[in-house]
């Protein structure tokens, strides 16, 4: 079954320092998301992207995130500088259609130190 | 703002007795509704889901009931396996499109053998 890819599965970084997760989502799916999980708190939406462009996002996407699909597979979460709150598990999302279900990775846990 | 709601972070169920979670959501134009389950180290993956227009949805031993004027959901697992000890996320979104899922805190599911 095909599934949503994240790598690193663990990156650590220094606050103020740049980083980029990367995702590979599913091949034929139109929708992508970035999600992040705080350690013990809920999964808060961070931004959606669809036909080329964020269509949606929320208060916690701000100007130190952007997101960029490079190339027709690969599909990336940009923080320009990390602060010690980034901390979190980052998951990448897709699906197909609208309505339907989303499709996550394993996430990529960041520490920033 | 906390959108959706699971009240009980953690619940412990026998082996073959029957496992309920509940979620509420405070907005009324969220018309799809889903449940995720998640393993440690693992993202969320799609367990089950319902439509507004809907209020049961049955696949084998999971049952999603939904209560449209109570604004609340429930999961029920029949009967509960060990294999079913994860964290269960109740989402929601308000429209079609390419929108987001918010997500409850999660309930920690353990089935005791």
């Known amino acids: 079954e095909p599934e949503v890819t994240q790598t690193p599965s663990h990156q650590v970084t220094q606050m103020g320092q740049e980083v980029i997760l990367r995702c590979v989502p599913i091949s034929n799916h139109l929708y992508f998301y970035w999600y992040r999980q705080i350690l013990g708190q809920k999964v808060e939406f961070l931004v959606s992207?669809?036909?080329?462009?964020?269509?949606?996002k929320s208060e916690i996407f701000d100007d130190q995130f952007s997101v960029e699909r490079p190339d027709g597979s690969n599909f990336t979460l940009k923080i320009r500088s990390t602060k010690l709150e980034d901390s979190a598990m980052y998951f990448c999302?897709?699906?197909?259609?609208?309505?339907?279900?989303?499709?996550f990775g394993n996430g990529t846990r960041l520490t920033v130190t | 703002d906390q959108q959706v709601k699971q009240n009980s972070p953690s619940l412990s169920v026998q082996e073959g007795r029957i496992s309920i979670l509940n979620c509420d959501y405070t907005?009324?134009?969220?018309?799809?509704f889903l449940w995720y389950k998640k393993y440690p180290a693992e993202g969320p993956t799609f367990l089950i889901s319902?439509?507004?227009?809907?209020d049961k949805n049955e696949d084998g031993r999971f049952t999603v009931f939904l209560n449209k004027s109570a604004k609340h959901l429930s999961l029920h697992i029949v009967p509960s396996q060990p294999g079913d000890s994860a964290v269960y996320f109740c989402?929601?979104?308000?429209?079609?499109?390419?929108?987001?899922?918010?997500f409850g805190t999660g309930t920690r599911l353990t089935v005791i053998p």
């Open positions: 907005n009324s134009m969220f018309d799809y």
């Open positions: 989402a929601a979104s308000a429209r079609t499109g390419a929108t987001n899922h918010f």
């Open positions: 992207f669809y036909n080329n462009e964020i269509s949606e």
């Open positions: 999302a897709s699906r197909g259609q609208e309505n339907s279900p989303l499709h």
């Open positions: 319902i439509s507004s227009i809907k």
